[in-house]
Every structure is written in C-alpha cells, then in structure tokens.
C-alpha cells in the first residue's frame, strides 16, 4: 500500500506540482527579482553600469535556459521536501490510521461471527435436546409395543390351545349326546310335551312389542375415541404428521384408527418421519397383514423399509435407535415371510409373492448396514479389552 501511495504521490508532482511551481517561480521572477535586483544594484554599482546592468540583468532573467535552470531547481528542492514530509506524514499517521482501522474491523467481525456461532450451537443445543425427548419418548413406546406383541403373541398360542381343547371337548360331548339319545324315549311322550306348551312360550309379550328403539348414549370409550380421532384429524390438516403419528401410536387403538381413518392417506407423508417412529409404526402396521386392509398394510410397510434404509444409509441414526433395528427387523422379516408362505400356497403365481421378496430383501439389507455399524464399536471394545 505505501508504495502504491508512492507511485500516486510521484505522478501527481511530475504532472502537476512541478509544471505549477515552475511557472510560479517564473512569474515571481520576472515580477520580484528583478525590479528588487535592479533598485539595489543602481544604489551599489557605479553610474556607469548604472545605466547598463539593469538592462543587462533583465535581459538575462528573461532568458528562457535561465527561467528553466532556476524552476527545475527550487521544484527539486520542494518536491523532495514535499517527498520527505509525506513519507513521515504516511508512516506516522497514515499507515497506522489504517492499520488500527482494519484491526478493528477484523474484531469486529470476528465478534459477530462468533455470536453467531453461539446463537447456532444454542439453538442446535435447544434442537437436540428437544430430539432427545421425543427419542425417551418413542423409546419407551417402542419398548412397551415390543411388550405388547409378546404378550399378544402368547396371548395366541393359549387362544390356539383353548380352541383345540373346545373341539375335542365338542366332540366329546357329540358322542355323549348320540349314545344318550339311542337311550332316551321318543319326543313327545314325556312330560312337558303337550301341544300347548310350545305355542305359549314362543309369543312375544306385549311390553316388548310396544317398545320403541332408543339409540344408546355412547360410552366413555367411545367418546374417548371422538376425542383421539379430532385431535389426529386436526393434527393431519395442519401437516403435523410426526405428531399426529405419535398421538395415534399413543392411543391403545392403533389397528382401529389404521383402519377407519390412515389406510385412506398415501403413505409418502411418513417418510420424514423420525427413525424411531418409522420403526414403531412399522411394527404396528405389520401386525394384521394378512386381513382386508393387506394392500394398505403393504404399501405402508415398503414406504417405511424405504424411508428408514434410506435413513441409515445416510447417517441419520442414534446408537440408541440403531439398537432396536435387530429386533424390530426381524419382526418384519417373520411376519413377511409368513404372508408369503400363506400366498404361496393359495396362488404360487400371484404378483403380490415378487413384492413380499423385495420387501424381505430390504430388510435383510437394513440389517447388514446394522451390522456395518456394529463393525467398529465392537473393534474398539476387543481393544479396550
């Protein structure tokens, strides 16, 4: 920068200051010097060069050489003074001015960016712990749904097992029945068998016939349910899908409100849905597959494998979700296999059987990035050992 300043102070004097000077200087000369020169040299000199030298001298100062040599002489002599006070005005002024200057607008940057900063992490702290929340929360909900198909589960197996010890039982009772009835005497001879008897009984009583049909006030659970569904259906309207999502997982009637209300929706919404949430909602989705809403609960479940290997692949993971994806991955892989199976044997051509495999593929696929994962924490921990 000085010597930029340099270069401008330079070309100002060579083109502006000196042509200026010199044709001060000449003026002054020719309108100073020389009358001052002339009075002096009649008071000193003789007479006789009296006369003389005034001539001579003006002749002389109006010689152009002369004006030239004079001009160039003093412009040298005030261009270098004028160089010399520059230079010191520009070191010891100028240069710091700009320095202090450009010190101050670097703090004064570096002061803003880091407020910035601050004001960013603050609220990405702020977002993380709100994350952190709804994660405890979807935690807990994944772990109580884990609950609940176990328990349904068993809950199943002992229905399977009550309902074969009922036929056996029925059959039981169908044999009792034959061999008493070669035993008992024909109808009508016993007691009780009279003609009228069978004809009283069967009339309707007049109270009966008069009343009229009273629809019945709905219940508290019935209108709890009113009160879940307009929550949900407010919350679908105003695009707060995630909430609206929780809410339903939170309901206790997850299969009721799938049916009557979210199997009518495109399942792309869910696909900005939370891990966690995708991974609660497809545990709840897969559970009736194989009932009417079997094309809905497909639909929904590929989006959900989708959305949530894409999820992975790209990093968007908690170690705590990815804990649970074993789990809830092999959920989905039984019970995809078991439609499968059921289909293939109803109809070993229908399309719906190259749909179930892809889906099955996905999943395994989402287990082997799991496993990826899992590759180096479980290196470090062989070497912390």
Not at 28 to 50: A, F, I, R, Y
Not at 206 to 228: C, G, H, N, R, W
Not at 285 to 311: H, N, P, S, V
């Amino acid at each position: 920068m000085e010597d930029s300043l340099k270069r401008v102070v330079n070309g100002a004097l060579d083109n502006s200051i000196i042509p200026m000077i010199s044709d001060v200087t000449i003026k002054s000369v020719n309108d100073l010097v020389g009358p001052k020169l002339s009075s002096h040299l009649s008071q000193t000199l003789p007479k006789e060069l009296h006369k003389a030298l005034p001539d001579a001298v003006g002749k002389a100062l109006q010689q152009p050489q002369l004006l030239k040599l004079m001009s160039e002489t003093l412009a040298k002599s005030v261009s270098f003074r004028f160089e010399e006070h520059f230079a010191t005005l520009l070191n010891n002024n100028v240069t710091p001015a700009f320095t202090q200057l450009a010190v101050t607008t670097a703090q004064r940057v570096a002061a803003d960016v880091h407020r910035q900063a601050q004001e960013q992490i603050g609220t990405i702290e702020r977002q993380r712990h709100a994350d952190s929340i709804k994660i405890e929360q979807l935690t807990q909900l994944v772990t109580g749904l884990t609950e609940t198909v176990t328990s349904m589960a068993a809950a199943q197996s002992e229905f399977q097992a009550q309902f074969l010890r009922s036929q056996h039982s029925n059959v039981r009772d169908r044999q009792s029945s034959s061999v008493s009835h070669h035993a008992s005497p024909r109808p009508g001879h016993g007691p009780g068998h009279g003609p009228g008897h069978g004809h009283a009984s069967s009339r309707p009583s007049v109270s009966t016939a008069m009343t009229a049909p009273i629809e019945p006030e709905k219940s508290a659970e019935e209108l709890q349910f009113d009160e879940m569904f307009r929550q949900i259906e407010e919350m679908m309207k105003e695009g707060k899908y995630e909430d609206a999502v929780v809410r339903w997982l939170q309901t206790g009637r997850e299969q009721e409100f799938f049916a009557r209300y979210f199997c009518r929706f495109s399942p792309k919404f869910i696909q900005e849905l939370s891990p966690l949430l995708l991974l609660s909602l497809g545990a709840i989705i897969t559970m009736e597959l194989a009932d009417e809403l079997m094309e809905q609960r497909l639909a929904w479940t590929e989006t959900i494998l989708g959305a949530f290997q894409l999820k992975m692949v790209s990093g968007y993971l908690d170690d705590q979700v990815a804990d649970l994806v074993p789990k809830i991955m092999n959920i989905y892989i039984q019970r995809l296999e078991h439609l499968f199976m059921r289909v293939t044997n109803v109809s070993p051509q229908d399309m719906l059987l190259k749909k179930l495999s892809q889906m099955v593929t996905t999943a395994n696929r989402i287990l082997d990035l799991y496993r990826e994962r899992m590759s180096p924490r479980m290196a470090s921990g062989l070497r912390l050992e």
